[in-house]
């Protein structure tokens, strides 16, 4: 195995490796540790090249470091990438990556993301204790994505207060790009609270799933975004808030769980805030997964009851951002980059 230093200023470590015995080709990110130890989920992706898992990884790790300093989860930011087909995952490659994950001593502890599943994590816990996210039968905090989804309902109440000036969602209309593993169970909760409900998705059988068990509409995949609705809550895919679909949006407010939602980052949440819609930020509103998995860090291990009183306290985190945004007449993502970076701020001072 051969695990290569890579610097990159800004990061506090970043390294390759290659295992020809596995076939592993991975990276690790270690962005920022300030608050605690890097925590971030490990993707497999049929990556193009190096150079586009490593920018991936940077990017990843970063947003990570941010979405934990926001939730105070008192874990810093770090990802991992394994550059393969998700058809051709084998046991092996995920041996030598809890090796790879060792070699950085607990600066990083990986997770579930992206064609990355629990007996994967097992495989790579054989080799390393820096593994968390197991089911809770292997002494984890369990599916983060039920938390995810409630930590997004509770910030999508914030929002609605934000926009409506209540959070009351009966008869709301809720359009939801992704009844997934966050989108479906969002829906169960919006469905309780009154919302009205449509969704889309490029997968027949969520689609046929969230139509019998939340009534909800349908829209097609490339008229999602011209919905006339109230709340838009995008579920899928990142990047989707771009030039070509903020002009067209009809909702009053963007309240999702998907990763990285602004195309540009400091221009489309500007083209937002000039359309008078309120943006819930995406890593603010999708921190109920981390904000789980971080419990099991906790003295005495992973406890539920204190779980979901910080997941629940995404509302308050919304509505202040929310606050500081209109007394400021920042972006909402502005306003959630100056909380993130004030605690980082507050963390390395009380080293
Ligand atoms: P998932 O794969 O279970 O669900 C995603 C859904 O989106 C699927 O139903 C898929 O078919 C659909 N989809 C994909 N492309 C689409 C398109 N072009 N149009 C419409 N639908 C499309 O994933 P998930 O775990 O529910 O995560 C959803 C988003 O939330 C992702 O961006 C993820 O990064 C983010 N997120 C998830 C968690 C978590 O705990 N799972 C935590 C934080 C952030």
Known sequence: MDITPIEVEGYEKVAKCTDEESGLRALISVHNTTLGPALGGLRLWPYASFDDALTD?????RGMTFKSAVARTGLGGGKS???????????????????????FGGLYTTAEDVNVGIPDLLAAGRFTKYVAGLSREDGGSGNPSPYTAKGTFEGLRATAIEAFGSDDLDGKHVVIQGPGSVGLPLGHFLKEAGAKLTVSDINQENIDRAVEELGAEVAAPERVYDVDCDIFAPCALGAILNDETIPRLKCKAIAGASNNQLHDEGRHD???????????????????????VSVEFHEGGYDEVVAMEKINNIFFALQEIYEAARSRDITTHRAAQEVAEANLAAGAAAI
């Open 270 to 292: 500007v083209m937002l805030k000039q359309r008078g819609i309120v943006y819930a930020p995406d890593y603010v509103i999708n921190a109920g997964g981390i904000i789980n």
């Open 57 to 61: 990884v940077l990017r990843l790790s």
């Open 81 to 103: 990438v394994v550059m393969a087909d998700p058809e051709m995952k084998t046991e092996k490659l995920f041996e030598a990556m809890g090796k790879f994950v060792d070699s």
